[in-house]
């Protein structure tokens, strides 16, 4: 009978154990999701709602009161500087995002290819420099011909993630 119990506990115990050395990604350390008292606001498309307050704790530079977009994969977060953003050449204010990410930027540039959510065209490309802080940032403007909802692939060295964003007239 003890022999029973003493084989029963291994057998639990082996039952709830991860085994080790497998090819499973280490966990982030810290969560990818919105930060607390996040609201949805007006502005979405698409798989990517706005937000209004706390972004997630990764983004421990943050811009107080800024509205944001979170990467679908939790690697990219986008400040959203203009209220609408705006298809065409926008000026005053310009379609700026201050684009942050969570994974390091390595000395790389942010890569952007942008296209209409659904179209594989048109492609609006841009390219920005890594030179920027503090924090893992890039300042951005960019901008799209015509309005719609628009899905930015970003890739920063071996990093990337996905956004959709609303384009008005």
């Known amino acids: 009978m003890k022999r029973t119990t003493i084989v029963m506990a291994c057998l639990v115990t082996a039952a709830c154990t991860t085994p080790t050395g497998g090819t499973e990604s280490p ?24 937000q209004a307050g706390g972004p997630p704790a990764w983004a421990a530079e943050n811009a107080p009161g800024t509205r944001f977009v979170l990467g679908r994969e939790g690697n990219a977060l986008g400040y959203l500087f203009a209220d609408p953003l705006r298809a065409g050449k926008a000026t005053n204010p310009s379609n700026k995002i201050l684009w942050y990410v969570r994974l390091p930027r390595d000395s790389q540039e942010l890569r952007v290819a942008a296209h209409p959510r659904g179209a594989e065209r048109p492609v609006v490309r841009a390219t920005f420099p890594d030179g ?35 384009y008005r007239r």
Request: aromatic share 6%; net charge negative.
């Open 132 to 166: 920027s802080g503090p924090g893992e940032i890039y300042p951005s403007a960019t901008d799209v011909p015509e309005p719609g909802c628009w899905t930015f692939e970003l890739t920063w060295g071996a990093h990337h993630d996905t956004v959709d964003l609303l």
């Open 27 to 50: 966990a982030p350390a810290l969560p990818a999701t919105p930060g607390s008292g996040t609201v949805e606001a007006q502005g979405g498309c698409g798989d990517t709602p706005v």
